[in-house]
């Protein structure tokens, strides 16, 4: 009798532990989980401001909106104004042993900029180059022909005939003081990729950035299966990024 009694509480000890093993064993692997979170988007830009302010503006939508955590999103170290050099500063990024293979979607932002006649801009050769070795990493590329500032355009107007940096600059500055004449009366070009006018910017378009998105695929559509990223001026793709970046609230 007694031995009977001894092997049911030595049985019931058993599935005791057994129990506390699964229990802890699930609170270590939601520990890890919370050590390991995913990384989702690395970004790496051709300019230092601008473009990186603007992005960080859609970032910071995304953190207040609680619909990423604060590690989701890294926008790579700028060290490089090349489209070539752009994609070195993403390949390079390292921190906290993290790299940019951690992240799922992985993108450089560069524009064509072709060469000028009082210097500056870049050979078709560095552009298309960077290109090709970004696909062959499985790095996307967000693009605009000819300058970053062709994507504030379109939320204004579609245009689809060839129009150089310098002209891009002069037409936004026309409608971001039509916009909003108070807010954007100091606007000129000497400031207009500063940080504080790029905040402002991200800010006033807002309202208007499906009319952007709408209007970057329809110049994609209009150079249809032949469109070639460093010969078609205007074109763009940055909607590509910011839709990808915008899909992150619904997750």
């Given at each position: 009798?007694v031995?009977?009694h001894l ?9 005791r ?20 979170p995913?990384?989702s988007?690395?970004?790496a ?7 990186p ?10 953190k207040q ?27 390079k990024y ?6 940019y293979?951690?992240?799922?979607h992985?993108?450089?932002v ?12 870049h050979?078709?050769?560095d552009?298309?180059d ?15 022909n ?9 939320h204004?107007k579609?245009?689809?005939t060839?129009?150089?940096r ?8 026309k ?7 108070i807010k ?5 070009r000497d400031n207009?990729?500063s940080?504080?006018?790029s ?11 499906n ?14 299966d032949?469109?070639n990223?460093?010969s ?6 940055i ?13």
């Amino acid at each position: 009798m007694v031995l009977c009694h001894l092997s049911e509480i030595l049985s019931l000890i058993m599935s005791r532990s057994r129990l506390n093993a699964n229990t802890n064993s699930k609170k270590i692997k939601r520990s890890k989980d919370t050590l390991n979170p995913i990384y989702s988007v690395i970004i790496a830009c051709e300019d230092k401001v601008s473009a990186p302010t603007y992005l960080n503006m859609v970032i910071n939508d995304l953190k207040q909106n609680h619909s990423i955590r604060n590690e989701s999103i890294v926008i790579a170290p700028h060290e490089h104004t090349d489209p070539k050099g752009v994609l070195d500063d993403l390949l390079k990024y390292k921190k906290d042993k993290i790299t940019y293979k951690d992240f799922e979607h992985k993108w450089i932002v560069i524009d064509r900029d072709n060469n000028r006649p009082n210097g500056g801009g870049h050979n078709a050769q560095d552009f298309n180059d960077a290109i090709l070795k970004s696909k062959s990493k499985k790095i996307e590329v967000a693009y605009a022909n000819d300058s970053f500032e062709l994507w504030y355009l379109l939320h204004f107007k579609y245009l689809q005939t060839p129009i150089m940096r310098d002209d891009i600059i002069k037409d936004l500055i026309k409608e971001l003081k039509k916009l909003n004449e108070i807010k954007f009366r100091d606007l000129n070009r000497d400031n207009i990729k500063s940080k504080k006018i790029s905040e402002l910017i991200y800010v006033e378009l807002l309202k208007l950035q499906n009319t952007a998105i709408r209007n970057s695929k329809r110049l994609l559509e209009y150079y249809g299966d032949d469109h070639n990223p460093e010969s078609n001026n205007p074109s763009t793709n940055i909607h590509e990024l910011i839709e990808l970046l915008n899909g992150l609230k619904n997750n």
